[in-house]
């Protein structure tokens, strides 16, 4: 059975740091198209970081480029999303997705773990 377990998530003050973690099962992550997407309450959910295993290579959203850091450890299968400086407009819920495809991240990823809820309080 496929799945991703997203974890990591919680109450943080303006300018603290977390880390997120995506972990996979029932595939490996080589491949992959893998993304960090987030919704905040009253928004449309967005894409945060993508990584593209046919580019081989890493985008982030504007608002966090330079605080957000996207990394995958092959051997436990698993993705992170280090997100430093928290600015309380980062509240929301994140999520991670893969993809078989490749490319770069889309609406609709094939596989899609719950969220994490991430808070940053000012």
């Known amino acids: 059975e496929v799945q991703l377990q997203a974890s990591g998530g919680g109450l943080v003050q303006a300018g603290g740091s977390l880390r997120l973690s995506c972990a996979a099962s029932g595939f490996t992550f080589n491949d992959h198209t893998i993304g960090w997407f987030r919704q905040a309450p009253g928004k449309e959910r967005e894409g945060v970081s993508c990584f593209s295993s046919g580019e081989d290579d890493t985008w982030y959203e504007d608002s966090v480029k330079g605080r957000f850091t996207f990394s995958i450890d092959n051997a436990k299968n698993t993705a992170y999303l280090q997100m430093t400086n928290l600015k309380p407009e980062d509240t929301a819920i994140y999520y991670c997705?893969?993809?078989?495809?490749?490319?770069?991240?889309?609406?609709?990823?094939?596989?899609w773990g719950k969220g994490t809820l991430v808070t940053v309080s000012s």
């Open positions: 997705a893969a993809d078989a495809w490749g490319g770069w991240c889309r609406g609709a990823m094939d596989y």
